[in-house]
């Protein structure tokens, strides 16, 4: 149907603001970096917008509805999340970067990357799905082996949904081994996108605030020229 | 007869040899009268003896009620909205196409892909991205592509209801006047059918004669299909 499609990381503009994203498995600690970045940021007088995976209202209600009712095939789960994050680039992350914001999000086009791969379907095509997409100023991808990350998440024994479990790919019958076996997968996806793009690591078994220093010391060059609201400069 | 082929992505979990039916799928801009002949072929086919189902845009279990509400406040992106529409193309073609064709039956289409990239390029999609989001769809044995011009195309609009908002592209800067916004809005859809029409070889029948003629060549076109096996069928 197509010549050479165009993958994420073509025809990138060039915004006033910064994105920053962090990424990882859950379990990861990433979300925990991402609230304390955002603190300090915004107490050096940063404009700060968070953007969270899944979270654009109007699709949100068709993807809750078919998450419960098990509607979802590898296709129709991989576009109904592009679609979200779609709404949200045009309507949330774009705007914000051409008002000289910082953008932080939680999860980006490399969880979708890493998911849908596991889930059989295309990883070109699910590159090329995302092109639209601005580029991060910089990625965080929050390294944790499986065991600590499964430790975390399961030791509150909680009740994990269909997909979360990765149910879907009918790894396990049983939701928490299902789970690791898809965690697993996951992790190895992730692994190839560190040197696809170029994710900067964090050692996410270090304790929060040594991982928290050291996420300060990596923006704070690439903050210089970013117009804050007040006088101050940022510290580490 | 050759099996199914995709346009470049396989989808997951899917044999094209198992699919034993036939994708037959009539296109058209908004308001040609795309509906009432997918009515008769159906007719037609049944009579003949061939199982019929049929499908169309926004009609996935899925997406439907999100698309529908969406555009009630015209409240997405709009290339959200491409991607929404692609999702509820995926449904349809997972959840209702396929299980058909691994029925054998003939499966209708009320529009297919080409409407719906036709559609995302006149609201500025980049063409070879929006084609590669549908690169997963199937080949259709036949494209039958209902084919007409806005002046032929307006007095039947005007004596079927009016003009719809979507319809007439006005969710674009296109004007405010919804005919004037109607005129080159269906211009630019139209112009980009037909450049869909000559790249994925669609057989251009045309619209702007009465109904029983276009009936009777869409019935012909798709009974030889059915008998010569169509593209599948040739060397």
């Known amino acids: 149907m197509i010549g050479t499609p165009g993958l994420y990381g073509a025809n990138q503009r060039e915004f006033p603001g910064r994105l920053f994203i962090v990424e990882g498995i859950d379990g990861s600690g990433k979300s925990t970096q991402l609230t304390l970045l955002a603190q300090w940021l915004r107490g050096q007088g940063y404009p700060v917008v968070f953007s969270e995976w899944n979270s654009s209202l109007i699709v949100k209600a068709t993807t809750s509805r078919a998450k419960r009712r098990h509607l979802l095939t590898p296709l129709a789960f991989s576009l109904i999340h592009a679609t979200d994050f779609s709404d949200r680039v045009e309507r949330e992350i774009v705007p914000s970067l051409k008002a000289g914001a910082i953008v932080l999000a939680d999860r980006y086009v490399y969880t979708a990357f890493a998911r849908d791969v596991v889930r059989g379907v295309d990883p070109r095509w699910v590159r090329s799905l995302y092109r639209f997409a601005a580029a991060p100023t910089r990625a965080f991808y929050f390294r944790v082996p499986l065991e600590v990350a499964l430790r975390r998440i399961l030791s509150g024994r909680p009740k994990l949904k269909y997909y979360e479990a990765g149910m879907d790919l009918g790894l396990h019958p049983d939701p928490s081994e299902s789970y690791r076996l898809f965690q697993a997968r996951i992790l190895a996806q992730y692994e190839t996108l560190v040197g696809e793009y170029g994710l900067s690591v964090m050692d996410a078994t270090e304790p929060v605030e040594v991982q928290q220093r050291r996420l300060r010391r990596e923006i704070l060059p690439l903050l210089s020229g970013l117009k804050g609201s007040g006088e101050t400069h940022a510290t580490v | ?235």
């Open chain 2, 1 to 235: 007869m050759r099996p199914f082929e995709n346009y470049g992505v396989p989808i997951p979990g899917m044999d094209p040899a198992e699919l034993t039916g036939w994708l037959v799928v009539v296109e058209g801009t908004d308001g040609v009268g795309r509906t009432t002949h997918v009515n008769h072929l159906r007719t037609h086919l049944e009579r003949q003896g061939y199982a019929v189902a049929e499908t169309g845009l926004t009609r996935s279990d899925l997406a439907s009620r999100g698309i529908r509400r969406a555009k009630q406040g015209n409240t997405l992106g709009s290339n959200a909205y491409n991607l929404f529409y692609a999702t509820d193309f995926a449904d349809r073609l997972e959840r209702q196409i396929i299980p058909a064709l691994r029925a054998g039956f003939v499966m209708l289409t009320d529009r297919y892909v080409y409407s719906l990239i036709a559609r995302a390029i006149v609201r500025g999609a980049e063409p070879d991205w929006i084609k590669q989001v549908y690169s997963f769809s199937l080949q259709p044995d036949a494209v039958l592509y209902l084919r007409i011009t806005v002046p032929d195309l307006v007095p039947r609009i005007v004596a079927n209801g009016g003009f719809d908002y979507w319809e007439s592209g006005m969710d674009l800067p296109m004007g405010e006047d919804i005919y004037d916004s109607f005129i080159r809005y269906q211009a630019r859809v139209i112009e980009q059918l037909d450049g869909l029409a000559r790249e994925y070889d669609f057989e251009t029948i045309d619209a702007t004669r009465p109904e029983e003629g276009i009936a009777e060549e869409l019935a012909s076109r798709v009974s030889r299909l059915l008998e010569t096996g169509g593209r599948r069928g040739r060397a």
